[in-house]
Nanobody, 124 residues
Framework: QVELVESGGGLVQAGGSLTLSCAAS????????VGWFRQAPGKEREFVAV????????NYADSVKGRFTISIDNAKNTVYLQMNSLKAEDTAVYYC?????????????????WGQGTQVTVSS
């Protein structure tokens, strides 16, 4: 049984920073792709960032490139999303997800395992 637990969300002012964590049990992140996605009210779930191959492969949505950083601590089996220079449009519920391959897909429907989500609210 794979379980993902996100943490680190909260309320922050525009321009501020937050770091989200995604801890896994039942699976080692080292062997699979792990992605972050987000969903704002009334909008579809969208890709944010993904890593694979123990962090050797990383990809970001254009909207967060240069501001967000995805990383992994293999010893803790935890993936992080460091978010800097936050904007009001970054407000959403953020989810981490993993799948059964190392292919770093940006499509949410390719991921079988999801966390419960953590709310990020950026005030302008």
């Amino acid at each position: 049984q794979v379980e993902l637990v996100e943490s680190g969300g909260g309320l922050v002012q525009a321009g501020g920073s937050l770091t989200l964590s995604c801890a896994a049990s039942g699976r080692s992140f080292s062997n699979y792709a792990v992605g972050w996605f987000r969903q704002a009210p009334g909008k579809e779930r969208e890709f944010v960032a993904v890593l694979s191959w123990r962090g050797a492969v990383k990809n970001y949505a254009d909207s967060v490139k240069g501001r967000f950083t995805i990383s992994i601590d293999n010893a803790k089996n935890t993936v992080y999303l460091q978010m800097n220079s936050l904007k009001a449009e970054d407000t959403a519920v953020y989810y981490c997800a993993t799948r059964g391959t190392t292919i770093a897909s940006t499509r949410h429907y390719d991921y079988a395992y999801w966390g419960q989500g953590t709310q990020v609210t950026v005030s302008s």
